[in-house]
């Protein structure tokens, strides 16, 4: 069981808007900064989403993060077939003193 | 063009050893945090271990400390993880990641290596 708590599938047509919710504690998310990565089938991770809400170039601005307190959000708005991936968050816990990742979640597009 | 190439997994018997061995191209490996990540079968991402720049810094999973040493060599621009004592439940795929600090900010990551423990 991860210490962030994320959804473990979420579903939507194209064009729909979904959203991945991240919630940790103080001693995470409510203390340091959440990046979000996306997986693809049989791929290695991607960096999607990082510092809360900034984007590397290349990801389309249909994806964006928010944080507040000690959760966090990845939103995915127009989806697309090619958006059907594994997603997860993460953060540094500073009372455990390690790296944390979200169990995952599955996105289908219908 | 930023290049993680990750080697030396393999099938190893409960108990034993394996080094894995990251190779970085593309960038200046001496400026960036370095990190291990592993992926059980059909599981999810876990953080493993990171290593800072200078070697100052090292922070290891509960379950893997005082069995895995996290190591790099700037100069030859590889980073290392010495796996020890392998269980049954080490079994994942281990991706190499670069980091922009000690956090899982992670801008880069290897393909990875399978390792397998079994008897």
């Known amino acids: 069981q991860s210490v962030l708590t994320q959804p473990p599938s979420v579903s939507g047509t194209p064009g729909q808007r979904v959203t991945i919710s991240c919630s940790g504690s103080?001693?995470?998310?409510?203390?340091?900064?959440v990046n979000w990565y996306q997986q693809l089938p049989g791929a290695a991770p991607k960096l999607l989403i990082f510092?809360?809400?900034q984007r590397p170039s290349g990801v389309p601005d249909r994806f964006s993060g928010s944080k507040s307190g000690t959760s966090a959000s990845l939103a995915i708005s127009g989806l697309q077939s090619e958006d059907e991936a594994d997603y997860y968050c993460?953060?540094?816990?500073?009372?455990?003193?390690?790296?944390?990742f979200g169990g995952g979640t599955k996105l289908t597009v219908l | 063009e930023v290049q993680l190439v990750e080697s030396g997994g393999g099938v190893v018997q409960p108990g034993g050893s394996l080094r894995l061995s990251c190779a970085a191209s593309g960038f200046t490996f001496s400026d960036y945090w370095m990190s291990w990540v592993r992926q059980a079968p059909g599981k999810g991402l876990e953080w493993v271990a990171n290593?800072?720049?200078?070697?100052?810094?090292?922070y290891y999973l509960d379950s893997v400390k005082g069995r895995f040493t996290i190591s790099r060599d700037n100069a030859k621009k590889s980073l290392y993880l010495q796996m020890n004592s392998l269980r049954a439940e080490d079994t994942a795929v281990y991706y190499c990641a670069r980091g922009l600090d000690y956090s899982n900010y992670f801008d880069s990551w290897g393909q990875g290596t399978q390792v397998t423990v079994s008897s």
């Open positions: 290593l800072k720049q200078d070697l100052s810094e090292k």
């Open positions: 510092i809360n809400n």
């Open positions: 103080k001693s995470n998310i409510g203390s340091n900064i």
């Open positions: 993460a953060a540094w816990d500073d009372r455990l003193k390690v790296g944390l």
